[in-house]
């Protein structure tokens, strides 16, 4: 048996979307369960995300701490953002994201993983890139504003993230899943067997 995930779509008999905001909506399906009864689902509908474990020559990742008024805590993150556009290419939405919220651009970008951050309840899918051959990027920095204004930034040993990991002490999802990732990669085949920065991306297509 291979242990892959694999795309499934249940009936679906009516949708509503009783909420739509500024980036993200709520839906509520119908869904036909396997024994025919119908049962409602309601989840936010979430146009994708990119990350970026940046990968310094002294083995510092990039992190940024910034306040999430949802969960009520200061979280030391990776550099993040959503995929603005329809379709838009999630490499140059990470090389974008790398440079508004660190002023960093790096030359060799590879996917680390690709997850559902909260499949049970949004639709989100987010690909987190490995970028390494870092330096600061040209030209004036990115004007930050709202809570990115209050946002830190510091590079951080990839051990101490672990540690911080596996003590409950960081709990950023995209943190915790590219951490170990890198270091599940490392124990592997290399970081330079990881897929191309260009590998297709099912959940979220998109244009080379």
């Not at 949004?122 to 490995?130: K, S």
């Not at 993230?161 to 003590?167: I, M, Y």
């Not at 409950?168 to 490392?186: D, F, K, P, Q, T």
Request: charged letters at 30%.
């Amino acid at each position: 048996m291979t242990i892959k995930d694999t795309p499934e779509e249940w009936e679906v008999r009516a949708t509503d979307t009783p909420f739509v905001g500024n980036k993200t909506s709520v839906r509520t399906d119908d869904v036909v369960m396997p024994d025919g009864t119908v049962v409602g689902r309601d989840y936010q509908v979430h146009p994708g995300s990119v990350a970026v474990l940046a990968l310094d020559e002294a083995d510092r990742v990039l992190v940024l701490r910034q306040y999430r008024h949802p969960v009520r805590h200061k979280l030391w993150e990776i550099p993040a953002g959503l995929l603005d556009v329809p379709g838009e290419n999630p490499l140059h939405a990470a090389q974008r994201e790398l440079y508004e919220e660190a002023h960093v651009k790096a030359e060799d970008w590879r996917v680390l993983t690709d997850v559902y951050t909260t499949p049970g309840g949004c639709d989100e899918a987010v690909r987190i890139f490995l970028a390494r051959d870092l330096s600061e990027a040209e030209g004036e920095r990115f004007a930050v504003e709202e809570e990115e204004a209050d946002m830190e930034l510091d590079r951080v040993p990839v051990e101490d993230l672990v540690r911080g990991v596996l003590a409950g002490e960081l709990h950023n999802n995209c943190l915790v899943v590219g951490v170990l990732s890198l270091v599940a990669a490392r124990a592997g085949d290399g970081l330079d067997a990881l897929r191309p920065a260009q590998a297709p991306w099912p959940a979220r297509p998109f244009e080379v």
